[in-house]
């Protein structure tokens, strides 16, 4: 080991928290994960200075900030976390909070943006200027580089991508609109989507494979039944990459990227969600930027929200 | 008249073409207006050739540049007018066939980034970074400012909202894909739904202002009728702009701008459409951007176009 700066990366989901150290170059270090305790935000900061001090360790004194990634809308400024439907939190002063437990400067951004940075660093190692990072986790966020920096937008909410609407008359969403493409991609509705038509009679191994406990439904499950020819799994990957594709498409003919990056949980579906994103883009965007695009499968996958918030606090 | 440099700004429409003498801070000079011809790109090149030699007189030694803003598919790169469905063209090498009949520097963009750019120095005195404009005429175009520069994306096709997708399974639209925004609120899409529902027994002062003939329809005369209470006018606008809300809304979560300059035919309906607008925009986009976003309707109106396209000219 050199004595190289490092960063203490946290990627703060509504599902789980994980912490890692990053060098300047975007190498990992050791991680750490754990599940997101429910209500209180002074529990989660409490739980993340605890692991961040034991991951830290002896290397306190090589420690140059702490980068946070955090699920919804964030003023990055002020470091609060204004609004998060999926940590059920409003008006939080996360930096504030953390800063009392942890002496090192603090970063907080969406983490969306955050993968969105560490796509740039990482996999396009800072060669091509315009990136959307879009993450199909439990929700659907995205994050933005525009001329080869991290674009916030005018109160640091830009790249919701998952909150663009797909139906004007579609299903209610958290946010106050209606049919927003999250609704129909995101991990918790598919879920829902497979209960649902279990309910109605569909027959799928997806119930074996969770032993009956339709709650325990991951994307990981749906994934494997899918490669093992489930129909039903099947098909919802293909109308959630139409879907995404509908919603990309558009955003090929507003943004017209360079590259577009897809992870979380859902982008390990792989060929099963990619094809039919991609088939939906050429059909519906414009041809030159549509074959312009490079889109892809995230390879740093669930380490991508810690590595950009590691690398957003190395260049604080 | 001071010998401050001048340069030519060229708004390419389908409809019509428009030329001014704009200085550098955005002051317009005399300006001419024509129909624009069908079909053979060199008819046009001709027409403009012979309108700017006029227009320029005896000031050529004062003219720095010609900027052009062309509706349709550009690559500003190489001066091809890649596809146009207003002007009905495809890869026309506009630049090559300008240059061989007017000795000046030549800059060709899109019409919408002309009118983003003349928003932006002259609406916004380049105040602000983040600036959307949208040209609501026969087409729904964008142009996108994002940290005070013009924003073209990977292959100059960037702010394309008329082509966002409204509703996925709508009108077919030219452009390959199905329920683009454009196909609900652009000037002849409005048209043709005053026509659809005359056929089906509606009444509306229109007929009369028109004549009985349909086809003269215009932005202005629904506007007058609406103004006069006609209550089909009143309510296509109504919708109209809560279809253009709904897409803004979209855009203000993805892009998060601080302003957003509506102009074009249809924005001289003025609170006719502004109203619906705002009021989908809060309904539907996230609370912090959608309060922090200035939306209005561009004080330039008809000469926005030829004012960025002589700004951009300036910048050459």
Known sequence: MTSRPMTLGVDLGGTGIKLGLVDAQGKLGPTTRFATPKGDPRAVVDLIANHA????????????????????DIDPEKGIIRISPNLGWRNVPFKTL???????????DNDANAAAWGAYV??????????????????????????GRLYKGATGTAGEIGHMTLYPEGIPCACGNQGCLERYIGAKDLAKAVRREIESGQTTLMTEMVHGNLEALTPLIMTQAARKGDALARRLYEEAGERLGIG??????FMNPDWIVLA??????GSLILNPVRRTLLKRS????????KLFISKKDQDLGILGAGLLAHDF
Chains 1, 2 share one sequence.
């Open 122 to 147: 990482v996999e396009a190692k800072k060669k091509i200027p315009n990136l959307l990072c879009v993450m199909l986790g439990t929700g659907v966020g995205g994050g933005i580089i525009i001329n």
């Open 286 to 293: 414009f041809p030159t930027p549509a074959k312009a695009v």
């Open 264 to 269: 979380g949980g859902i982008s390990r579906a």
């Open 98 to 108: 953390l800063t009392k437990k942890l002496p090192y400067p603090i970063v907080l």
């Open 248 to 253: 990309l498409a558009s955003v090929v003919n």
């Open 53 to 72: 001090l034991a991951l830290i360790g002896g290397k306190s004194k090589r420690i140059k900030a702490i980068g946070i990634g955090a699920a919804g």
